[in-house]
């Protein structure tokens, strides 16, 4: 199936742990988005990739870090997980990067990961 | 900077009636404008989005939306609800580089 697909589906961890989200599209597009959901359901953008090469960083702390080894995928790595990092976090990508205030190229996003911080 | 408002938190409606979800948006220049579902426990959806062409945008399952400048809205609307439309929907207005999402709102359709 022509998709995002990110995986785990649910991740519950301890504080102080490092983990890692995983996210692949085969949708052949050119930007990757992680957006974090919080509890009242707002969702932010954390960060975007274009053709591997990062084009937004949204004020997310140091501990997050996205890795993107080819277009097709972009990882997201979290060290020393804290309680306020609990939330749902969708991976998305689109053909094109949002380009100043036009914006043509819809995003597809994967179904999410619920992580819990414990 | 571009904002969005979606005037209601949760919408109830019976199934078979008439659905107007509301958004407004602020933006310096004319905004691209999209609405995305999301069912329970699975990602995002794009609806419709408004890109500066006609003003009434058709979307997907039967919802549209009417950009509005002089009121700066652009309300989801769908003429008959069904149980299966039971979601969070999301206005989002594109800003330089991103896109801004409102806070949603929840729809529940009874029968």
């Known amino acids: 199936d022509t998709a995002v697909s990110q995986t785990p589906k649910y991740l519950v961890t301890q504080m102080g742990n490092d983990k890692s989200i995983k996210c692949e599209q085969n949708l052949g597009h050119d930007t990757m988005y992680w957006y974090k959901q919080d509890s009242k359901k707002f969702l932010k953008i954390m960060f975007s990739y274009n053709n591997k090469e990062l084009i937004i960083n949204e004020t997310v702390p140091n501990r997050f870090s996205p890795k993107s080894p080819d277009k097709a995928h972009l990882n997201l790595h979290i060290n020393s997980l804290e309680l306020g990092d609990s939330a749902v976090y969708f991976c998305a990508s689109s053909q094109t990067p949002v380009q100043g205030n036009s914006y043509n190229s819809p995003l597809h996003f994967g179904n999410g990961t619920r992580l819990t911080v414990t | 900077a571009q904002s969005v408002t979606q005037l209601d938190s949760h919408v109830s409606v019976s199934e078979g009636t008439p659905v107007l979800l509301r958004c407004n948006y602020s933006s310096s220049y004319s905004p691209s404008l999209f609405w995305y579902v999301q069912h329970p426990n699975k990602g995002l959806q794009l609806l419709l989005k408004?890109?500066?062409?006609?003003?009434l945008v058709k979307g997907i399952n039967g919802f549209e939306a009417e950009f509005k400048k002089s009121e700066t809205s652009f309300h989801l609307t769908k003429p008959s609800a069904h149980m299966s439309d039971a979601a969070e929907y999301f206005c989002v207005v594109s800003d330089p580089g991103k896109l801004i999402f409102g806070q949603g709102t929840t729809l529940q359709v009874k029968p």
């Open positions: 408004y890109t500066s062409a006609a003003t």
